[in-house]
């Protein structure tokens, strides 16, 4: 749907510099952008190549001016590019009502204005909220709760008891509330410890696809309200997890570790069972953390430590060679005497 420069810069907050009537069609990138297309630069070398593009308009932070082009400034310019997104790129519309194929049992409360689609499974005394989706062959299990505008993709599978808070998104084949890792020596067996508990998922998370969060043994495995999980990442029984933290792909969380808020964990992570990491703490990649973390702290490496520490370890590492090439010199005039 077309849009005037204008219309565009009210909606992402921005202000037109140039002409705020001229119509604008699509929003694209620079390699791609024609003419009557909005492009977007948040450094100078993307806004160099902006400007030699065919793009009609430019979203650029303030300190950005051109002769060529109309520019939408804004405050920030990542911001600015998610909302232009989605109003140029709008979520599919799902309509209200239950598929024919949906299995659902007269117990369960669905609200009118929610939508179940093909194959979906559906428990006993299951609550639906508002305007919420189940996309084609999720299953709920018995006695859970789903909030109000809830996403819920493909093949989802959420345990009994499972509650879900409003505007929660979780992407096709992720499994909520399934059997934590729990196990105690019995002889010459490992007999299985019942996972008893649930999973609470609050307020506005993203799960990513193909993410594992496991029951709690006893009580709760929780998400705070505002988290972010990536595709690919487990998270174990009777973990919590604070609010706003971002969980990058392919990390481990182990049983009964306390996550506090606004906590940074890069790409295939792992945290031991039992920890407690701090607020606003950032973890490298790759790293597998065996200690608790205060916090505001940046840990790396493996064993985790400190950010500081390891790149001085780094550091120290890279000059072993040299190192020992002179340890070998001095062995060889000391043999030599």
């Known amino acids: 749907m077309p849009y005037t420069t204008a219309e565009i810069a009210k909606t992402i907050g921005g202000q037109v510099v140039g002409d705020a009537g001229a119509i604008l069609k699509n929003f694209t990138t620079i390699e791609t952008a024609q003419v009557g297309d909005l492009t977007f630069a948040e450094n100078e070398e993307f806004f160099s190549r902006a400007e030699q593009s065919a793009a009609t308009a430019i979203i650029a932070e303030k300190r ?12 920030n310019a990542r911001v600015a590019f998610a909302k232009a997104l989605a109003l140029f790129f709008p979520e599919s519309k799902f309509p209200a009502g239950i598929h024919p194929t949906a299995i659902f049992p007269s117990s369960a409360r669905i ?6 689609g093909p194959y979906c499974v559906i428990g006993e005394r299951v609550s639906i909220g508002a305007r919420s989706v189940l ?3 999720v299953f709920v299990g018995d006695d859970s709760q789903v909030g109000e505008d809830v996403n819920i993709f493909p ?6 008891r499972g ?3 409003n505007r929660v998104r979780i992407h096709a084949n992720s499994v909520i509330g399934s059997d934590g890792y729990g196990y105690v020596q019995d002889g010459p067996i490992h007999r299985k410890v019942p996972q008893i508990g649930n999973v609470i998922i609050h ?10 969060i496991d029951r709690g043994a006893l009580g709760s495995t929780v998400i705070g309200k505002g988290t972010k999980i990536d595709n690919l990442v487990h998270i174990a029984h009777n973990v919590q997890v604070g609010e706003g933290c971002l969980l990058c792909g392919q990390v481990g969380i182990a049983g009964s570790a306390k996550l506090g808020d606004y906590v940074i964990l890069a790409g295939q992570v792992g945290i031991a069972g039992h920890l407690k990491i701090g607020n606003q ?34 550091v120290a590492i890279h000059r072993l060679p040299e190192l020992l090439k002179r340890v070998a010199e001095l062995e060889k005039k000391l043999g030599e005497k």
């Open 111 to 116: 609200d009118p204005s929610a939508h179940v």
């Open 155 to 160: 093949n989802v599978t959420i345990y009994s």
């Open 203 to 212: 307020d506005d998370v993203e799960i990513g696809a193909g993410v594992a």
């Open 281 to 314: 703490v950032i973890v490298g990649s790759k790293s597998g953390v065996m200690h608790d973390i205060p916090d505001g702290q940046k840990w790396m490496w493996i064993p985790a430590a400190p950010d500081r520490d390891v790149k001085r370890q780094i």
């Open 64 to 75: 950005f001016s051109s002769d060529k082009k109309i520019l939408i400034q804004v405050p």
């Open 163 to 165: 509650v879900i808070g």
């Open 135 to 137: 996309q084609a062959g």
